[in-house]
């Protein structure tokens, strides 16, 4: 570990939060209790992580009005999701970590634009390293693994949360339906040319979070996998089957179909999670000898001053 390692290790560590954010976008009954302590936690690490004198900071600024714009993003973010009074989770007196459903698509868009930004933060951070000679191997593999396991992930989350909505919308289409017939002497809306279920505000809304949903979802699986061979297979089969969305592909167990659609990256997600966490356990053990090794220095460096001085 070295000091540019320990640098772009900061801004990793913020984009790994921020991947961790993708567990609160789960739909309620695939959620486990969320512990508040560690969303507190997870607020401090980030204010400091995030701060002023932060290399993340310095980054953003030094990339004009989309830094600015970055900056302004993960404050929000940060607020949203883990200050004691987040407006997208949040907690009771009693400790219970509450996310308001509603604002789940919002929250996954927020969270793919962040990571597209810090991920490009880390790779220019990367190649500084490597250009000068500074890139250790177990360095690089956490920071690639990381990326991996993220992208994975974050298709993983919007599989479920595109066919959640997908749900959603024909549940929607269906009670118009309904409502349209008994308000209109009876008729079956399928025969009536004038009816259009795009009329009722509820679908629009639900199909408007779904193409943004959707839009998000492309994002995270189009921006990795150029030499990973794995995501691009799984990648390539669930754009095929996400042809179940726009009628060219029919299924006679729609329940059965969409299991496997959101299990293309379970794969991946159990391959990638055990070796991660291994390498940040590792990488953690070196932070704190460099940072005590750092530590030691800079008291011997004063005490000599202090000596000098004295002379």
């Known amino acids: 570990m070295n000091l540019e390692e320990r640098n772009v290790l900061t ?9 961790n954010t993708l567990w609160y976008c789960l739909p309620a009954k695939e959620q486990s209790n969320f512990s508040n302590e560690e969303r507190l936690t997870r607020y ?20 004009g009005e989309k830094g600015e714009k970055l900056i302004d993003d993960m404050e929000y973010f940060i607020e949203d999701c883990y200050s004691e009074n987040g407006r997208i989770v949040t907690a009771s007196l009693q400790g219970e970590v509450k996310v308001e459903e509603s604002l789940i698509p919002e929250l996954y868009t927020t969270i793919v634009e962040l990571r ?5 933060f880390i790779r220019s951070g990367l ?8 890139l250790e191997k177990t360095f690089e593999d956490l920071v690639n693994d990381d990326i991996r396991y993220y992208h994975a992930f974050a298709a993983k989350v919007g599989s479920i949360l595109l066919v959640n ?22 008729k079956n809306p399928a025969n009536d040319p004038e009816f259009n279920v795009k009329n009722d505000p509820s679908f629009r809304m639900i199909e408007n979070e779904f193409h943004s949903l ?5 994002t995270a699986l189009n921006s990795y996998g150029e030499n990973d061979n794995e995501f691009i297979n799984a990648r390539e ?4 089957d996400s042809e179940i969305f726009t009628g060219k592909k029919h299924t006679t167990d729609i329940n059965k179909y969409f299991e496997i659609y959101t299990s293309y990256f379970d794969k991946i997600l159990s391959s990638t999670q055990e070796k991660l966490n291994k390498e940040f356990i590792e990488i953690g053990k070196e932070v704190n000898t460099f940072e005590a090794d750092l530590q030691k220095n800079q008291e011997k460096q004063e005490e000599n001053k202090e000596n000098s001085d004295g002379e």
């Open 116 to 120: 597209a930004y810090l991920e490009s």
């Open 44 to 63: 401090q690490a980030l204010k400091g992580l995030t701060g002023e004198e932060s290399p993340f900071y310095v980054n953003a600024k030094n990339n």
């Open 237 to 240: 089969r669930i754009y095929e």
């Open 127 to 134: 190649k500084f390293l490597k250009d000068n000679n500074l």
């Open 214 to 218: 959707n839009e998000s979802f492309v």
């Open 11 to 19: 801004i990793v560590t913020i984009a790994r939060i921020v991947e």
């Open 165 to 186: 909505k997908f749900n959603e919308l024909n549940s929607s289409a269906k009670l118009y339906m309904q409502v349209y017939s008994q308000t209109h002497e009876g």
